[in-house]
């Protein structure tokens, strides 16, 4: 049997969870890093995930000892391109339409379920719609939902797709434009996932790389909760009063992988609302 191998994560935030991040092993944190003993496998696995990530701002830095041998390195990537053809789906229900755009930057369905659910019952202003992920969420989440969306074929499809849940009667449906819209409208909650960009920066991001966020940020409403999806390389630093949250997928291929984070300023609403 061979000897544990020493792996070493340094660049983790406290609010990422290295177990579902790394490993399902023992981690032991020393501020921004963590330090488990594994398999030589689930060393391998871990570098493979880990290769040019980038998280709150920083690329993880992974460090192997004894170092990993090269078939070692390859039977690791080899295993995580197989993994990845297995991920969390955007829509289940068959019949839903979505651009390409709309299809890649879609919250997956049961994270926008999961993410829906602590607002149960409140006023939700979806402000950048889309083919309608997040909308739907907070609609079968129960909650009063106003979606926008400026495109007007997505927002046809974020129709659609309401319809194809059942829920194409409890959205209010707006085209037009966030910045415009957004101070003639009462919520509880303004959520938004603005348009990341195909190429945007999996190192680091920050506000100013998603202009429509920093517009909207910068006439944020006091008492009024704010909630914005972001890459996984987003610089929560640069937010000191929004508390971020990493959102992993649920399928095998993608359980260890971060696919956004969310930062919120103000609390939930619903009674039901859990640590998040």
């Known amino acids: 049997m061979s000897s544990p191998i020493r792996v070493r994560v340094k660049g983790l935030p406290t609010w990422v969870d290295p177990n579902r991040l790394l490993a399902d092993v023992v981690w032991e944190r020393d501020q921004n890093a963590v330090t488990a003993h594994v398999s030589r496998e689930i060393a391998a696995d871990i570098s493979a995930r880990t290769r040019g990530v980038g998280i709150n701002g920083q690329l993880l830095q992974v460090v192997v000892r004894p170092s990993l041998k090269r078939s070692d390195v390859r039977a690791g990537r080899l295993r995580d391109a197989r993994a990845r053809r297995d991920t969390t789906p955007g829509f289940r229900r068959k019949g839903t339409r979505c651009d390409d755009e709309g299809r890649w930057s879609l919250t997956p369905e049961d994270l926008a379920l999961t993410m829906a659910k602590p607002w149960a019952g409140a006023r939700v202003v979806d402000l950048t719609c889309g083919a309608g992920g997040n909308a739907i969420g907070f609609a079968r989440a129960g909650c009063h939902v106003t979606a926008i969306e400026r495109d007007a074929r997505r927002l046809s499809d ?111 609403l619903s009674p039901s609302a859990t640590a998040s």
């Open 158 to 268: 974020a129709r659609h797709n309401a319809q194809r849940y059942a829920v194409g009667d409890t959205i209010t449906f707006v085209q037009g434009d966030a910045l415009a819209l957004a101070p003639t409208l009462e919520a509880d909650l303004f959520f938004v996932d603005p348009p990341w960009g195909v190429e945007w920066n999996r190192e680091r991001t920050t506000a100013q790389d998603l202009p429509l966020l920093e517009a909207l940020l910068a006439n944020k409403r006091p008492g009024v909760a704010f909630l914005a999806k972001v890459p996984p390389s987003f610089d929560a630093t640069t937010m000191p009063a929004a508390k971020p949250r990493a959102w992993f997928g649920c399928a095998q291929g993608d359980h260890h992988r971060i696919k956004f984070v969310t930062l919120r300023w103000g609390s939930v």
